[in-house]
Structures are given as C-alpha cells and as structure tokens.
C-alpha cells in the first residue's frame, strides 16, 4: 500500500502562482510514476502532469503546458506541481496519484484549488 497526503491548494487570483504537493509513504519502492489530475464541477477527471520515479520524463497536458511544472524528490518521497499564470478555468479538486506497474492505484484525498477572476 502506498499512502498519499497532498498539502498547499488555495484560493488565488487569476495571475498568480500556487504550489501544490504530495507527500507519499508506504511501500514507495513499488512506485513507477506520480502524477496530478483534478476534476472540476460537472467535469471529469483528467491528468494535467506526471513525473517517472526515476529518470527525467515528463508529461503535461496540453492546458498546462508552459504554466504548470511537476517536480519530484525522491529522497523525500515527494512530488509537487508549481502553477504559474493561473486562469479561473484551473480551479478544480486536485487530486495525487501513484502508478505501480503503469497503472494509478494509489490516490490522495484531494486539494482545492480556487482561482478568482
């Protein structure tokens, strides 16, 4: 089992910046990837970016692209997404993820994001 507990979230205005993470425990070393999604009001919930475990790819949804970085720390089991230039369409819940082999398992209980017009 791989336990997620997100941290940060907000309410900020249109513009400004916001920096989410996620800190995981448990059997991390059967992690392959971590990831953010968020689900808006009425909306499905879809992937914005994931991190691999180890090596440098990335992925970004094409909304984000340019605004949002994903980052992680291995040695502290952590992820966080960084949201630059943030529009009041990214306030949705955002929820962390954890792959074990290439599937998302494992998931937080999800942060708030507000941003105002």
């Known amino acids: 089992q791989v336990q997620l507990v997100e941290s940060g979230g907000g309410l900020v205005q249109a513009g400004g910046s916001l920096r989410i993470s996620c800190e995981a425990s448990g059997r991390t070393f059967s992690m392959d990837a971590m990831a953010w999604f968020r689900q808006a009001p009425g909306k499905e919930r879809e992937l914005v970016a994931s991190i691999r475990w180890t090596g440098t790819y990335t992925y970004y949804a094409h909304s984000v692209k340019g605004r949002f970085t994903i980052s992680r720390d291995n040695a502290k089991n952590t992820v966080s997404l960084q949201m630059n230039s943030l529009k009041p369409e990214d306030t949705a819940v955002y929820y962390c993820?954890?792959?074990?082999?290439?599937?998302?398992?494992?998931w937080g209980q999800g942060t708030q994001v507000t941003v105002s017009s």
């Open positions: 993820a954890a792959s074990t082999e290439n599937a998302y398992t494992y």
